[in-house]
Structure formats: C-alpha cells, structure tokens
C-alpha cells in the first residue's frame, strides 16, 4: 500500500547549516541548487532500510523559483534539519511511501508538482496481540427462560439436549417458566426486560456472592439448534 500525507506547505529556502540538534551530519548547500539546473525533482535514495534516516532534496530549481516540501510526519523540515531545500525522512515500517514538493516559479507564473517513491525495506513488525481479559471469577450459572405453553418441539429438543450437556458439564444450570415468581428470579426478569429480550431467553452469569457483584456474561435470545445454543453458552463460558 502506498502512503500519502500532504499537510501544510513550508517553504524551504532556510539558511545552510552543518550539524543537526540530533548530530546528523546535514548535507552541504553546494551545488545542490544551481540557477543551471532546468529540470526540478526530488533528489534521494529510492529505498533505505526501515529505521534508518535519509535525505531528500528539491534539485533544478531555477533563480527564480522557490521549492517547498509537503511535510509529513515521516518527513522532518524543523529549521534545524533544512539546509537549502533538504529535508530528513525517517520511518520505521517498510512499505512504499510517496514524497511530494512543489516547485513555483514567480517570473514565469508556474506550479510544478513533484513526486517521488521510496521503498522502505526490512521486516513488518509483528502485529500486537490484544491482551486478554482474565476470566471473571465465581461459579459459572445458566438460567434458560422459556415459555412453556409457546414451547414448539424443535425448541423442547434443544432445552432436551441443553439439560444433558449441562450436566455433563457440571455448569449449575435451570430452566424455568418467565412466570415464575420466586425473588431469587426478580434480578434476571428485571434484566430481561431492561433488554427488550422476547421470546425464549438464555442468560450466563457469576452470580453475585459475599466478595463481588454479580457479572452478566451473556443475556441474549437462545438459538434454535443445541449445537448453536451450546457453542454459544461455551464462549460466554470462557
């Protein structure tokens, strides 16, 4: 993928300098900008290293013109960088990134643009891995709501086969009636319905215990296929 970036013009007609702040030695203003040269362009390598610095150069520009750089955050032109047109580019990712300037030439009223590839090379660093949340502690309940008198028996298969994995599991588990009025259900119908949730509902939890508040792990309409319903109880599992 090739890279562009074009924020504020700077012209670059700054006083020579030797040494940079950062002790780079800056290329001398010599002949690197003669009135002889009719031809601008970007002078510089067209590939360095990853994470090594290079200069760039506006060249050709006549008398009359003035060469500015399209400074990007790869590209330094700070004043204690720039000697004569020379700016420093520095990257530390390889790929292939486009360098722009742009020569005006007051007497003759002409706009040049310039352009120039460069080739980053070196390994792409690895992608960073996302840490991963430590799982919540307590013990793991699900509580499958579901309506009995609305149960079609594609449904009453699933909740068949759910009881079976469960318990196999040793999850602690129910499934039980919205209708039910028992207070330790009052927290998860409020929950339910603070969701909008219709139908046959399946709720994982750590219940709340005497060090913690209870987490909801998962409250979300139960899939129709066990195979669905227990991949699903499994991620909310982890």
């Known amino acids: 993928m090739i890279r562009y970036a074009i924020p504020l013009l700077l012209l670059c007609c700054l006083p020579a300098a030797i040494v940079s702040q950062d002790g780079l030695a800056q290329p001398t203003v010599g002949a690197a900008i003669t009135a002889a040269e009719t031809v601008p362009e970007i002078a510089g390598p067209d590939e360095i290293p990853a994470g090594k610095p290079a200069w760039f150069s506006v060249t050709g520009v006549s008398g009359s013109a003035s060469a500015a750089f399209m400074p990007t955050a790869l590209l330094d032109t700070s004043p204690s960088r720039v000697v004569s047109g020379?700016?420093?580019?520095?990257?530390?990712?390889?790929?292939?990134?486009v360098l722009t300037a742009i020569v005006v030439d007051w007497d003759a009223k002409r706009f040049t643009p310039l352009s120039k590839q460069v080739t980053v090379t070196g390994d792409k660093p690895n992608p960073p891995v996302p840490p991963v949340p430590p799982p919540t502690p307590g013990?793991?309940?699900v509580l499958i709501v579901s309506e009995t008198k609305d149960r079609t028996p594609q449904e009453a298969a699933t909740l068949a086969t759910l009881r079976r994995w469960l318990t196999d599991q040793k999850i602690q588990w129910r499934i039980i009636d919205p209708t039910t009025e028992a207070e330790w259900m009052e927290p998860y119908s409020v929950e339910i319905a603070r969701?909008?949730?219709?139908?046959s509902v399946l709720v994982v939890t750590v219940p709340s215990s005497p060090n913690q508040n209870g987490v909801y792990l998962a409250v979300e309409p139960l899939p129709g296929r066990s195979q669905d319903a227990i991949a699903r109880i499994e991620e909310a599992l982890k």
């Open 86 to 97: 020379n700016a420093l580019f520095w990257v530390s990712e390889p790929g292939t990134y």
């Open 139 to 141: 013990d793991r309940f």
């Open 195 to 199: 969701r909008g949730i219709k139908g």
